[in-house]
């Protein structure tokens, strides 16, 4: 009776140990693509913030050629 008793304590100090083992690496694996998920989220922030920035600079520059462009226009009918 002794001896099944201690083959059974045996047997669960492996399982749990080697569950541990796996939950710790699972964990390890989890946290690390978690950290490399919120790098490539932030890098796609700072692009569209960027993305954003230049926008309003295309549309500022927009709005001075058209300026421009009626300015050339006016001149060159005083022109004529």
Not at 53 to 62: C, Q, R, T, V
Request: glycine share 4%; hydrophobic share 40%; charged share 35%.
């Amino acid at each position: 009776m002794w001896k099944e008793i201690i083959i059974a304590l045996i047997t669960l100090a492996g399982t749990l140990g080697g569950a541990l083992i796996v939950n710790k690496k699972s964990t390890a694996l989890f946290t690390y693509r978690l950290e490399r998920l919120e790098e490539y989220t932030d890098k796609h922030d700072e692009l569209v913030e960027r993305t954003v920035e230049l926008e309003k600079h295309s549309a500022i520059l927009d709005e001075q050629m058209s300026s421009a462009k009626s300015k050339i226009d006016r001149l060159d009918e005083i022109v004529r």
